[in-house]
């Protein structure tokens, strides 16, 4: 059978961590077992057995032995006995509490590292690998798909716990009566493999689940996206059937599971309790095992039932979360071919002291190109500048390679040919990341995420002062429109922006980047909401705010492009 990637991830992050689990769940089965062992003689008291009538060679020779320093006075003997069970048992109870605490840190720091993983591998990702991964799966991958894993590892390590005490209760029935225990357990085996189908379609319900459930989240985050257009064209009806199918098929899987589950369980616990009436049988006619024996190994067998149980149980969590643990790790790891291995936990990224470009940048490009999905040529020979300090517009219809021109200028793609100078030296890792420090980009649909209009204007700044707020919004000519919203600055969103309309959020968004005091200033269709009059009036404003500033823009109005200090108009991805 196939080790699910869970367990070996799980296992790998964890070496030399569940040393002190594994060391509290034995001896939590250690006590427990001292307890059990403890029975003897207090059952024996309580039956009123003589040590002179133990049957040689059994297990009750236990109470023979404490004979020597038990009080003769069969009370004392009594409260001396129950006391001393009673100090095992609060021993036990205080390790419990221990382990399970211990075990529930465990498992939230491998999925609080798991999760942080996978959002750092987004992070760090090119942006050419990030923008070919699906913001559905990414979004059910880092919350659903996680959240399902975090149960399939608290099933390993409650039954890893599960397990070593029915090892240690296992030894103590074959200590007590061998052959009696020999017999369950063989028949104990033979019930756990029958059942192995069972666990095996758990595992195909899961991967029904994990599709049903993609389905739902799919299905909530695209109404939410397209609610204005749906209601528009009255198409909410829609919507409404297709959320109805997915959550109708999402319940369905969760009954069959529920059902797999229970009917795995009921044919344990069904085989646990014939088994304990075999031992009990078997143990009294068959070997003529003395009484207080009898009841401690049928006590073991009750209390071994609930450790299969829990096992069995922990075996079908593990499957079903596996399936989400592996759907998590495609949607992201694979997707960007990144490093699949959890060798270390993982720690926040620290964002490294790179002292950002000192003055407005000047690009050269010869010969630069690009190929995108399908080998298509998206660039071809591009061979420009773009002077410091000037503002350069780069035009064309739509298809001309834009916004790709854009994004190899600034460093999120790097070209596929050619050569790119910033101020005459190679435009390296080391200088993407001066730049980006120093870089304001505004997009046609970046989106407001933050709760709050303060919170989306000073992303990424920290505190800035209410007057550097204001004065940013005066310029782009949305401070009386913030004052008019609710809240003003610390007024809440709302269904992304969806308050704003498109022109507003656009002067928004040209706020946070004149915050920024930017040395490079990228527009890409970042006006295209406003109407020419106001664009125009908006972009000179930006202009003598940033007078030094390297501004680069994408437009498709002539009358825009005209405005610039400097053209670069393609046609086809080249040079027109």
Same mark, same amino acid.
């Given at each position: 059978?196939?080790?699910?990637?869970?367990?070996?991830?799980?296992?790998?992050?964890?070496?030399?961590?569940?040393?002190?689990?594994?060391?509290?769940?034995?001896?939590?089965?250690?006590?427990?077992?001292?307890?059990?062992?403890?029975?003897?003689?207090?059952?024996?008291?309580?039956?009123?057995?003589?040590?002179?009538?133990?049957?040689?060679?059994?297990?009750?020779?236990?109470?023979?032995?404490?004979?020597?320093?038990?009080?003769?006075?069969?009370?004392?003997?009594?409260?001396?006995?129950?006391?001393?069970?009673?100090?095992?048992?609060?021993?036990?109870?205080?390790? &419990?509490?221990?382990?399970?605490?211990?075990?529930?840190?465990?498992?939230?720091?491998?999925?609080?590292?798991?999760?942080?993983?996978?959002?750092?591998?987004?992070?760090?990702?090119?942006?050419?690998?990030?923008?070919?991964?699906?913001?559905?799966?990414?979004?059910?991958?880092?919350?659903?798909?996680?959240?399902?894993?975090?149960?399939? #590892?608290?099933?390993?390590?409650?039954?890893?716990?599960?397990?070593?005490?029915?090892?240690?209760?296992?030894?103590?029935?074959?200590?007590?009566?061998?052959? #009696?225990?020999?017999?369950?357990?063989?028949?104990?085996? &033979? +019930?756990?493999?029958?059942?192995?189908?069972?666990?095996?379609?758990?595992?195909?319900?899961?991967?029904?689940?994990?599709?049903?459930?993609?389905?739902?989240?799919?299905?909530?985050?695209?109404?939410?996206?397209?609610?204005?257009?749906?209601?528009?064209?009255?198409?909410?009806?829609?919507?409404?059937?297709?959320?109805?199918?997915?959550?109708?098929?999402?319940?369905?899987?969760? +009954?069959?599971?529920?059902?797999?589950?229970?009917?795995?369980?009921?044919?344990?616990?069904?085989?646990?309790?014939?088994?304990?009436?075999?031992?009990?049988?078997?143990?009294?006619?068959?070997?003529? &095992?003395? !009484?207080?024996?009898?009841?401690? &190994?049928?006590?073991?067998?009750?209390?071994?039932?609930?450790?299969?149980?829990?096992?069995?149980?922990?075996?079908?969590?593990?499957?079903?979360?596996?399936?989400?643990?592996?759907?998590?790790?495609?949607?992201?790891?694979?997707?960007?071919?990144?490093?699949?291995?959890?060798?270390?936990?993982?720690?926040?990224?620290?964002?490294?002291?790179?002292?950002?470009?000192?003055? !407005?940048?000047?690009?050269?490009?010869?010969?630069?190109?690009?190929?995108?999905?399908?080998?298509?040529?998206?660039?071809?020979?591009?061979?420009?500048?773009?002077?410091?300090?000037?503002?350069?517009?780069?035009?064309?219809?739509?298809?001309?390679?834009?916004?790709?021109?854009?994004?190899?200028?600034?460093?999120?793609?790097?070209?596929?040919?050619?050569?790119?100078?910033?101020?005459?030296?190679?435009?390296?890792?080391?200088?993407?990341?001066?730049?980006?420090?120093?870089?304001?980009?505004?997009?046609?649909?970046?989106?407001?995420?933050?709760?709050?209009?303060?919170?989306?204007?000073?992303?990424?700044?920290?505190?800035?002062?209410?007057?550097?707020?204001?004065?940013?919004?005066?310029?782009?000519?949305?401070?009386?429109?913030?004052?008019?919203?609710?809240?003003?600055?610390?007024?809440?969103?709302?269904?992304?922006?969806?308050?704003?309309?498109?022109?507003?959020?656009?002067?928004?968004?040209?706020?946070?980047?004149?915050?920024?005091?930017?040395?490079?200033?990228?527009?890409?269709?970042?006006?295209?909401?406003?109407?020419?009059?106001?664009?125009?009036?908006?972009?000179?404003?930006?202009?003598?705010?940033?007078?030094?500033?390297?501004?680069?823009?994408?437009?498709?109005?002539?009358?825009?492009?005209?405005?610039?200090?400097?053209?670069?108009?393609?046609?086809?991805?080249?040079?027109?």
């Amino acid at each position: 059978m196939r080790i699910p990637v869970l367990l070996t991830d799980l296992y790998t992050w964890s070496r030399g961590r569940l040393a002190l689990p594994l060391a509290l769940s034995l001896a939590g089965a250690v006590i427990e077992g001292v307890s059990l062992i403890m029975l003897l003689p207090l059952l024996s008291l309580i039956l009123g057995a003589a040590a002179a009538d133990v049957p040689e060679g059994t297990a009750s020779e236990v109470t023979a032995a404490l004979a020597d320093w038990l009080p003769a006075d069969p009370t004392r003997a009594l409260t001396l006995v129950l006391a001393g069970f009673a100090a095992v048992l609060a021993a036990r109870f205080a390790i &419990i509490v221990w382990r399970e605490s211990v075990l529930a840190r465990l498992e939230q720091s491998f999925i609080a590292d798991m999760r942080l993983r996978l959002f750092g591998a987004i992070a760090g990702a090119s942006w050419a690998e990030a923008r070919t991964l699906g913001h559905g799966q990414i979004g059910h991958a880092l919350s659903r798909d996680i959240d399902r894993s975090a149960s399939a #590892v608290r099933a390993v390590l409650s039954g890893g716990s599960a397990a070593v005490l029915l090892i240690v209760q296992a030894g103590l029935a074959f200590w007590l009566a061998p052959f #009696v225990a020999l017999m369950v357990a063989s028949l104990g085996l &033979i +019930v756990f493999l029958t059942i192995g189908p069972i666990r095996a379609r758990t595992t195909r319900i899961s991967r029904q689940i994990t599709q049903e459930d993609f389905r739902l989240f799919t299905s909530v985050s695209g109404f939410l996206r397209g609610l204005k257009s749906a209601k528009a064209h009255g198409m909410t009806d829609g919507y409404i059937t297709s959320f109805a199918q997915a959550s109708r098929g999402f319940g369905g899987r969760l +009954v069959a599971l529920r059902q797999n589950a229970s009917l795995a369980s009921a044919a344990l616990q069904g085989a646990a309790a014939l088994l304990a009436l075999v031992s009990v049988y078997i143990g009294h006619v068959w070997i003529e &095992i003395a !009484p207080e024996v009898l009841i401690v &190994i049928l006590i073991l067998m009750v209390r071994i039932a609930p450790l299969l149980q829990a096992i069995q149980s922990a075996m079908q969590s593990v499957r079903a979360g596996s399936v989400a643990y592996g759907a998590a790790r495609r949607a992201v790891l694979d997707g960007l071919r990144s490093d699949t291995s959890i060798a270390t936990p993982s720690a926040p990224p620290v964002a490294a002291a790179i002292a950002p470009w000192q003055h !407005p940048p000047e690009f050269q490009l010869t010969g630069v190109g690009r190929v995108g999905d399908g080998a298509v040529t998206l660039l071809d020979g591009i061979t420009a500048t773009v002077p410091r300090g000037q503002v350069t517009a780069v035009s064309g219809p739509s298809g001309a390679g834009k916004s790709t021109l854009l994004d190899v200028i600034v460093g999120l793609d790097p070209p596929d040919s050619g050569q790119i100078l910033i101020d005459g030296q190679p435009f390296d890792a080391s200088a993407r990341a001066a730049l980006a420090q120093a870089l304001a980009y505004v997009g046609q649909d970046d989106t407001l995420l933050e709760p709050t209009l303060r919170a989306n204007l000073t992303l990424g700044l920290g505190e800035v002062a209410e007057d550097r707020i204001w004065q940013a919004l005066q310029t782009v000519g949305a401070a009386d429109m913030v004052r008019g919203a609710e809240g003003g600055l610390d007024g809440p969103l709302r269904m992304d922006a969806q308050r704003f309309s498109g022109g507003e959020r656009q002067r928004l968004r040209l706020a946070r980047a004149l915050l920024r005091a930017p040395k490079l200033l990228v527009l890409d269709e970042a006006t295209s909401a406003l109407d020419p009059t106001a664009e125009a009036a908006v972009l000179d404003a930006v202009r003598a705010a940033l007078p030094q500033a390297t501004v680069l823009m994408v437009s498709h109005r002539a009358e825009t492009a005209a405005r610039a200090d400097h053209v670069i108009q393609l046609d086809g991805g080249k040079l027109a």
